[in-house]
């Protein structure tokens, strides 16, 4: 299995166990689903009937989205000035980790994050934020959107962000 951390923060972000698709070479979308967890449950990879979730509702568990779970994501906001503030400083930083580490692909890298900057800006006001465990505001900012059946969440994690390691 890939462990896949924040380049800046090292803040625990997602592991390859989840259905990843790299969008243009520049992010990678992840789809995650509504679990229910309860305190003290332990969980072993069995999907509870919807009595059961039902049941657990009742009895004080709470419904949240795996991936934001399993990484300890923490929701944030941004107005979409303040999100483009930090956009541009999130990108330099990439780039400058880029041009240490793999030079020949900051070009591409600058190319397709623009192009796909365009597009949260146009559709901003459908996206949730999060942060790493970590809340370190220089980190990676995930994005939270839902796919066209309006149930389903997908996240948004830059691809040059990330760092992967085998665990």
């Known amino acids: 299995m890939l462990l896949f951390t924040d380049i800046i923060t090292d803040d625990e ?3 390859d166990s ?3 698709k790299e969008i243009n070479d520049i992010v990678y979308e992840v789809d995650g689903k509504q679990i229910v967890i309860q ?5 072993i990879g069995g999907n509870p009937s919807a009595e059961e979730q039902a049941e657990a509702l009742e009895s004080g568990a709470e ?7 399993s990484a300890k994501l923490q ?3 941004f107005d979409k000035k303040g999100y ?8 330099k930083s990439i780039k400058n980790k880029l041009q240490e580490s793999n030079p020949d692909r900051v070009p591409a890298f600058e190319k397709g994050a623009a192009e ?3 597009k949260i800006v146009a559709n901003f006001k459908d996206y949730e934020f999060y942060t790493g465990e970590s809340m370190n505001p220089d980190g990676m900012v995930v994005l939270l959107n839902y796919r066209e059946d309006g149930v389903t969440p997908y996240f948004i994690f830059w691809k040059d962000g990330l760092k992967s390691q085998k665990i």
């Open 18 to 20: 989840y259905d990843m």
């Open 13 to 15: 972000m997602l592991t």
């Open 39 to 43: 305190e003290g449950d332990v969980d």
């Open 116 to 118: 796909f900057a365009k």
């Open 75 to 77: 929701q944030t906001s």
């Open 63 to 69: 419904q949240v989205i795996d991936v934001v779970h």
């Open 84 to 91: 483009l503030t930090y956009l541009k400083g999130y990108m």
